[in-house]
């Protein structure tokens, strides 16, 4: 795991894999948004649909901050730059939050 130029060198293929499934999941959740607009779908259940698309990038979100904690913040710690890993983690933090 590493860092280049700010990004990421690389993801554990396990995690690459599952980022890639669910974000395919949430693209098909996307379009069915889409389908159920153009087919005037009761409000109820459109709502219902987009609170299962936030889930679904919360959950996303959650797999690239475990990676990036992991993977980028150890290596940080581990050559010296703990100033810019503490950054990283309350930046995370911050946007978290939101």
């Not at 499934?21 to 779908?41: A, D, W």
């Amino acid at each position: 795991m590493g860092v280049y130029n700010g990004y990421m060198k690389y993801m554990h293929e396990e995690n690459r894999g599952k980022v890639i499934r669910r974000l395919t999941l949430i693209e098909g959740q996307v379009r069915g948004l889409q389908k159920m607009i153009e087919n005037n779908t009761y409000c109820i259940d459109v709502i219902t649909q987009t609170s299962a698309v936030k889930q679904g990038l919360s959950n996303v979100e959650d797999l690239l901050l475990e990676n990036h904690l992991s993977g980028c913040i150890l290596d940080q710690v581990k050559s010296g730059q703990t100033d810019k890993a503490k950054e990283e983690i309350l930046k995370v933090y911050k946007l978290k939050r939101r």
